[in-house]
């Protein structure tokens, strides 16, 4: 292999030479590097199998664009595309130098192309000479389709209001017509820089686009045959431009780039003749305060009646805009499913009365009224045409009486002025609010909501002060149909009238979550183990759309950290990595990272952070996610794009290495959990140098550095030194005249972190260990047994516990903690929380890793691995009759169910094609399989 490799080397140094000359070598040089160092990570990669890794250099494509391989003739051209060239010199190059047997991946199926390897052996030097010579015609074989030629789209360019791309909260209308006769299919193309969603005449399409890094706009698809008809058509796109960094949306020039074709021919395009009216929607009102200080503005709308006409005739006027085309954009595929966008009723009305206004002692002003500059954008606070923040601190609740009736039984609900109504969804669901309503005076309607009640009422601004749960409507008199442009995450809604009289026909949410796959499923003879299932499925639904995100409420951001577990019940609830992969190639496509210090990496993305702040330890997690996501079968090409990425995260931290080799004194966020262990974070944190050891560890065996591997081991036996006091795992050590001292500062969720990571065991630490086990927990009275050691939160320490208590085959402590630990968030909300308690979010993403827990420990299916097509069953002694489940595997499952009768087990499994079974039993029960 050595010496292909230093062949291939001298070839890429000859490709380079021979187009030195050409307009194009920087391109083509940069080209080439980034296929060199592809080529590089593949041998780390899979340096020990060398199937494996002709498989992966196919399909990381180090010398051309793998995925056209059979597709570089163009039909179409009736010539040779450059991919084509540079492919046929890859292959050439490794017929030449290489075996007779090429593995080549093809619709998902492995080829032997043994007589085509032969036969290019004979040709490959006068072939490779003859590319040489027409180099330049590769410059652009590696880099992502985004130009003309490869565009999604044939003729939409990206436009926008002319000198408005930077204008804050600016929403604007497209409106296009189009013809369509009988049996002809049309589709609809649409790419933006933030949010947008789609009407086909008058009917609700979909909203998206799936976020993408800075510079990259990822592109959806709608076949509209459900809502056409014959002869006109109207398509309707609304469009917000934001402008201001956020966690959720990117502070970039506005644009919309969009194309309908007709039986695959362009009947409308943004940019073309201007086929699309633009216009803005003076509705909602732009000058207001933001939702959060993690995302944009809030909604506030003056409606007349028919404002929404537009979407439905082309004869509706509207003040048209002028438009600007601006540059190309980097296109990419949506990626992930388009959410199914159901309609979800409330399941009761829960309570009706009647409010007043009384003006608070203190008006509270969030960070999106007191904090408004450049660097966290938005309008100041006198700039404001409302700011219902401060109106809703007013409005309190005067009468009240219980209703608990369906509204389908209750009919149309009559709001005078100064009443409510309090609706009640069942569970928090994550959508677009939707009404149908009719005023006969003009009214003011505030939507105010949030995911659970507070003193039986809804009182979001007590419970999460930063956060602006209310939508405003001033109506005119008239008949409306209602729907908010972003989307929400509640089970409680109150609608209030501080105005006229109007009648709420039908209040529903436009669900926002991923589609459920039918085949992840659990049931077992303890309801309070389904119901937490249950719970943790409707959570990873709703924070796993187009990427990994905390919550879909405060933030919808995609954090770090979160996501490891996150990703894991992706794969495990869908049978697909598609958000996975979606969220680590956002990391992996900026050549820099803004505001963030050389090789740092974001917290949380696609985001902005112009206060450069940061989270160290979060970007050591990115480690650990991308080699959980190589092991369990990830794309081997975006792992290795990733290298680069991680060796200059980790050249960061070794400049923050102590003479003992620690890292000492991070810049950014120290985070290690919500707890008080965060108070422990200064100087040396010793959870943050174990979870050091395990990034450079793990970075180790991703990419065959060595060097990593024995800097890893100093680390962990410098940990277990200086931190382990003979009992217990100390947090940090300060630094004092020089001299580092250990404090006594001791956390649960440091203990955690040691055994977690491997710094300990339970054989190296035996007594820690048995008091980790015996008396810690959900029910330890900390003020009562070790009060000095301070209680772990849910995220993350509860979470590393119970992993370790199935680690280590305690799943009989295991099964009683599960249910101690979320019962009650699973019956509250119907889903999962940030914390033990419920002062933040109550709906976070990582909390779905639970259903992992239930699978592995509870079901049984203890491994899954993925590469090599193995299932391990694990039988356990844990007290509970019965249980089935099954995980979506591809377009596959495994399916599973067991009973206990005296002192056998009986189950069945079934696993997908090419995989096999194997079985752990250490419950001392027999077991005896049975036919699924």
Not at 60 to 74: I, T
Not at 160 to 177: H, P, S, T, Y
Not at 792 to 812: K, V
Request: glycine share 8%; with cysteine; aromatic share 12%.
């Amino acid at each position: 292999m050595k010496k292909r490799e230093a062949i291939l080397s001298i070839l890429g140094k000859m490709y380079i030479f021979a187009a030195a000359k050409g307009s194009l070598a920087e391109r083509l040089g940069t080209g080439l590097q980034n296929r060199l160092q592809r080529f590089e990570s593949a041998r780390n990669l899979y340096s020990t199998s060398n199937r494996e890794f002709q498989y992966f250099l196919f399909k990381a494509g180090c010398f051309g664009h793998p995925a056209l391989f059979f597709y570089g003739l163009r039909k179409d051209k009736k010539r040779l595309s450059p991919v084509w060239c540079g492919n046929i010199l890859y292959l050439c190059t490794y017929a030449f130098f290489g075996g007779n047997k090429v593995v080549i991946p093809l619709n998902e199926d492995v080829m032997n192309v043994k007589k085509i390897t032969v036969l290019l052996k004979r040709i490959s030097v006068p072939v490779m000479l003859l590319f040489l010579s027409v180099s330049a015609f590769q410059a652009h074989a590696m880099t992502r389709p985004d130009t003309e030629e490869d565009s999604p789209v044939q003729k939409a360019v990206p436009v926008w209001a002319a000198g408005r791309e930077k204008e804050m909260n600016l929403n604007l209308g497209f409106r296009g017509v189009f013809e369509v006769k009988g049996g002809q299919e049309a589709e609809l193309k649409v790419a933006a820089s933030t949010l947008y969603r789609v009407f086909v005449n008058g009917e609700f399409a979909g909203s998206g686009p799936a976020r993408a890094a800075h510079g990259y706009f990822r592109i959806d698809e709608y076949p509209l045959g459900k809502w056409l008809k014959e002869g006109e058509n109207i398509v309707a796109v609304e469009v917000a431009g934001y402008n201001v960094n956020t966690y959720y949306t990117l502070d970039q020039p506005s644009f919309l780039l969009s194309e309908v074709t007709v039986d695959g021919k362009v009947a409308l395009a943004t940019g073309k003749n201007r086929d699309f009216e633009v216009f803005q929607l003076k509705e909602r009102v732009q000058k207001v305060e933001r939702y959060s200080f993690q995302r944009p503005f809030t909604e506030y709308y003056r409606m007349r009646e028919g404002y929404d006409r537009w979407r439905t005739s082309a004869k509706e006027p509207v003040e048209k805009l002028k438009t600007a085309v601006f540059p190309p954009v980097k296109l990419l595929p949506r990626g992930v499913l388009m959410p199914g966008f159901g309609l979800i009723d409330p399941v009761a009305v829960h309570l009706k009365g009647t409010v007043k206004k009384v003006p608070p002692e203190t008006y509270y002003k969030d960070r999106s009224l007191r904090d408004i500059s450049d660097v966290f954008k938005g309008y100041p606070e006198a700039e404001l045409e409302a700011t219902p923040s401060q109106e809703i601190q007013e409005i309190v609740t005067g009468s009240r009486e219980i209703v608990n009736k369906s509204p389908l039984v209750l009919g149309a609900l009559p709001l005078k002025e100064n009443e409510f109504y309090l609706f009640d969804f069942g569970v928090n669901y994550s959508g677009f609010i939707g009404s149908r309503l009719t005023c006969s005076t003009p009214v003011k309607l505030v939507l105010y909501f949030d995911e659970m009640l507070t003193g039986g009422d809804v009182k979001t601004k007590q419970r999460q002060a930063d956060i602006n749960n209310q939508i405003v409507y001033e109506l005119e008199p008239g008949a409306y149909r209602l729907e908010t442009f972003e989307t929400y995450t509640f089970r409680y809604l109150k609608a209030i009238v501080l105005k006229g009289d109007c009648r709420i026909e039908k209040l529903y949410v436009r669900e926002f979550a991923y589609p459920e796959n039918p085949h992840a499923t659990f049931v077992s003879s303890n309801c309070k183990l389904n119901a937490i299932y249950a719970a943790a499925k409707q959570t990873a639904r709703q924070n796993a759309v187009d990427v990994l995100t905390d919550c879909p409420s405060r933030e919808r951001a995609g954090w770090l950290c979160d996501s490891y577990f996150a990703a894991i019940m992706e794969q495990e609830f869908t049978g697909r990595s598609d958000v996975t992969h979606n969220f680590y190639e956002n990391y992996a496509l900026p050549d820099t990272f803004r505001h963030l210090p050389a090789g740092m990496i974001p917290m949380c993305y696609p985001s902005d952070h112009p206060d450069g702040n940061f989270i160290p330890q979060w970007s050591m997690w990115f480690i650990l996610q991308v080699e959980d996501y190589a092991v369990r079968g990830g794309d081997p090409a975006l792992i290795a794009r990733l290298k680069p990425r991680m060796e200059k995260l980790l050249d960061y931290f070794a400049g923050f290495e102590n003479t003992d080799g620690l890292l000492e004194k991070l810049d950014g966020w120290k985070f290690v959990e919500w707890s008080k262990a965060n108070d422990f974070v200064q100087d040396v944190s010793y959870p943050t140098n174990m979870l050091y050891y395990a990034a450079l560890s793990a970075a180790s065996r991703l990419y065959g550095r060595a060097g990593w591997a024995t800097k890893a081991e100093r680390i962990r036996q410098t940990v277990l030194r200086q931190s382990f006091n003979g009992e217990f795992f100390t947090d940090n050590a300060v630094r004092e005249n020089g001299k580092l001292n250990v404090t006594g500062h001791t956390t649960e969720v440091c203990q955690y972190y040691a055994f977690f990571f491997g710094v300990a065991t339970p054989d190296s630490h035996p007594g820690l260990w048995k008091k980790l086990v015996s008396e810690f927990g959900p029910n330890r009275d900390d003020a009562v047994a070790y009060p000095a050691v301070f209680r772990a939160n849910a995220f993350m320490g509860n979470y590393l516990r119970m992993d370790l208590l199935s680690r280590y085959g305690l799943q009989t402590q295991l099964l009683p903690e599960i249910q101690d630990y979320f019962f009650a968030m699973a019956d509250r909300t119907g889903t999962l929380w940030e914390h033990m308690q419920n002062q933040a979010s109550c709906n976070h993403g990582f909390a779905a890793y639970i259903a992992h827990v239930l699978y592995r420990d509870v079901l049984g299916v203890s491994h899954i691995d993925y590469v090599a097509k193995t299932v391990t069953l694990r039988f356990t002694d844990i007290v509970l009759e019965r249980c089935s489940g099954s995980i979506p595997v591809g377009e596959e499952v495994i399916r599973m169910e067991w009973e206990r009768t005296g002192d056998r087990i009986r189950y069945s499994v079934a696993v997908p094609s090419g995989f096999t079974v194997k079985i752990d039993n250490p419950s001392g029960y027999r077991i005896e399989k049975k036919d699924i």
